[in-house]
């Protein structure tokens, strides 16, 4: 992945401490060579930044934007209320309810403002989706994904030598 081309990918989450999650969002973009960007962004403290930057996504060539967030969760879904693009809310696992504070403020959007939501704290799978989502118009990305795919079923099936009958 070229370190200057343009970002299709925007990572957003509430705060830095939601880092250790979607850096597993990152790290699948780049395993793919999706270029994307990160940034904090929090409709709670920067509510006129998230508002920006949500309104110009589009604008500034990305496809898909990966927003995490936690316990009350309000970034996923008010970036989605202020893009075309599609949304793909990150759950983190908060302190005091595992999580499912986050998942549930995400998770339950009202119909027309769709949010695409991943497991508690699975950032990889965010980024996976992402990916995905951009192969339905690239054939090479999808190629990769067909062997990532091929990849992952010979590690399942590898599986079974370790058990013991
Ligand atoms: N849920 C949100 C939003 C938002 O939804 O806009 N902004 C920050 N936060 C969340 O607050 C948690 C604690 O943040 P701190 O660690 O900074 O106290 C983080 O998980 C963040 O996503």
């Given at each position: 992945m070229k370190k200057?081309?343009?970002?299709?990918?925007?990572?957003?989450?509430?705060?830095d401490s939601d880092w250790p999650t979607?850096?597993?969002?990152?790290?699948?973009?780049?395993?793919?060579?999706?270029?994307?960007?990160?940034?904090?962004?929090?409709?709670?403290?920067?509510?006129?930044?998230?508002?920006?930057?949500?309104?110009?996504?589009?604008k500034r060539g990305l496809k898909v934007i990966i927003a995490g967030a936690g316990g009350a969760a309000h970034l996923?879904?008010?970036v989605a209320s202020l893009t075309p693009l599609p949304v793909i809310g990150v759950p983190i696992e908060s302190k005091a309810l595992k999580g499912m504070d986050s998942l549930l403020s995400i998770v339950q959007m009202p119909a027309g403002v769709p949010v695409a939501t991943?497991?508690?704290?699975?950032?990889?799978?965010?980024?996976?989706?992402?990916?995905?989502?951009?192969?339905?118009?690239?054939?090479?990305?999808?190629e990769k994904i067909v062997s990532f795919k091929k990849r992952m079923a010979e590690e399942s099936r590898a599986k079974n030598k370790n058990l013991v009958s």
């Open positions: 200057s081309a343009k970002p299709l990918v925007g990572i957003i989450m509430g705060s979607l850096k597993a969002a990152a790290e699948a973009c780049a395993e793919f060579g999706v270029p994307h960007e990160v940034r904090v962004v929090s409709a709670h403290r920067t509510p006129m930044d998230m508002a920006r930057y949500a309104s110009n996504a589009q996923p879904g008010m991943v497991a508690i704290g699975n950032g990889r799978n965010a980024g996976l989706l992402a990916v995905k989502i951009l192969a339905t118009s690239d054939s090479k990305l999808q």
